[in-house]
Each structure stands twice: as C-alpha cells, then as structure tokens.
C-alpha cells in the first residue's frame, strides 16, 4: 500500500528558505504530487503541483528527482505566516481511489 | 476564501445519533471530495462525487454515506456515531473528476464532537 512520510516539525528564521521534503517509495507512473499549507482550524490551501523535475510558481518551488522518490517543496525567505502545516498528497490520474495525503510537517518560523 | 462552503461550522451530538453535513462546491466544479481530519489519523479521503456519480471511494465507513444532487451541492451522512468519528469533516471541490492534475479547493471544514 502506497504510503507517504514527512518531518513532523520544523523550525526556520524568518528570511530563510525552507525545503520539506516528503517521501513516497511506491509512487505509481500515474501519480501526481501536490503540496497543501493549512492554518489552524482552515481547510488546506494549494501551493504547488508537479510530476518531475522543477515547478516554481509565485510562493515556491517543488522539486521532483528522476525516480519520483521523493519531492521537496521550497518556501523561499519565509515569514511568521508561513507558521503552518504542510502536506504532500499522492493522487493518481487513473486510479480515482488513490488519494493519499502525508502525515503533515508543522512548520514554526521564529522571528 | 476558497468558494466552497460546508454547514455547520460545529456539530455536537451523541453516540448512536445520526448527523448531516453540507458542502457547496466553487460555482463550475463538478466534483466533490469529503476528507475526515483527525489527530491520530491524519486526512483521509472518505469518497468522491463527480456530477451526481460516485466516482472514487476511500476509507469510508459502512456508517457513513455520502450523495451529490442535481444542484451539485453535498451531504455526508454519518451514523451510529462514535465517540471516534470525532474529527473535523472537510469538503474539496475540483473541476475534473480525475485526480492527479486537477486542484483541489477546500472548504472551511465542520468540526464534529461526539459526546
């Protein structure tokens, strides 16, 4: 069974990039990687989406090595409100009952 | 603020009792997700309707049901509660009804205690 794994926290300084890396050994071809933020009692937020290699959008990067393996998303120059959880998810574009979101890392970034 | 709304904010009932909850996807988004977010086990994805069809099941309980109407809004309907099905419910709608590329938008959630 498909199964993802994240740090469960992590601490930063305001200004400093951030990498959160999630790992998912048994990632399918068909399989997508998403990353969501959420704030306490919110429902989770997109931040990126990729397949492989390189995605950068206005808020982060995600990068995506060869074998999948594995993906990391990067907060560049974080802030106090980057103070959330971050969550991968594995979801297939062909089996509809594969949806699977990481156990979330808690991010703190200290002023 | 994502579009999509889910009613009630906070639900509070008791073991045996039966509840229903609502969610109203982004106007254009066809399919509907319902999550359940608890502490011990994370988000899990319980089912997904995509234009009135169930398109995807996840770990959903035999207790729990969910439908999609004409209207495209939701329901989830849990009973027989459980002092375990404690958790904050969450709705997501998307446009597709693959997985994979589309983005899922997640409403604000209705947390639900079962005393």
């Known amino acids: 069974l498909a199964k993802t794994t994240q740090p469960i926290s992590m601490d930063s300084y305001e200004g400093q990039e951030v990498n959160i890396t999630c790992s998912h050994n048994?990632?399918?071809?068909?399989?997508?990687i998403t990353w969501y933020q959420q704030f306490p009692s919110q429902g989770p937020r997109f931040i990126i989406q990729?397949?492989?290699t390189k995605v950068t959008n206005e808020v982060a990067s995600l990068f995506i090595p060869a074998d999948r393996k594995s993906s990391t998303l990067s907060l560049p120059r974080v802030s106090l409100s980057d103070t959330a959880v971050y969550y991968c998810?594995?979801?297939?574009?062909?089996?509809?009952?594969?949806?699977?979101f990481g156990p979330g890392t808690s991010l703190s970034v200290i002023p | 603020d994502s579009g999509v709304t889910q009613t009630p904010k906070h639900l509070i009932t008791a073991t045996g009792q039966r509840v229903t909850l609502r969610c109203s996807p982004r106007?254009?988004?066809?399919?509907v997700y319902w999550y359940q977010q608890s502490l011990d086990q994370g988000l899990q994805f319980l089912i997904q309707y995509y234009n009135g069809e169930e398109r995807a099941k996840g770990n959903i309980l035999e207790r729990f049901s969910a439908q999609q109407f004409p209207d495209l809004h939701s329901e989830l309907n849990l009973s027989s509660l459980e002092l375990g099905d404690s958790a904050l419910y969450f709705c997501?709608?998307?446009?597709?009804?693959?997985?994979?590329?589309?983005?899922?938008?997640f409403g604000p959630g209705t947390r639900l205690t079962v005393l």
């Open positions: 998810l594995l979801q297939s574009e062909t089996s509809y009952d594969k949806v699977i």
């Open positions: 990729g397949y492989k």
């Open positions: 106007s254009g988004d066809l399919s």
């Open positions: 048994n990632i399918a071809t068909n399989d997508y």
């Open positions: 997501a709608s998307s446009v597709e009804w693959r997985g994979g590329r589309n983005t899922q938008y």
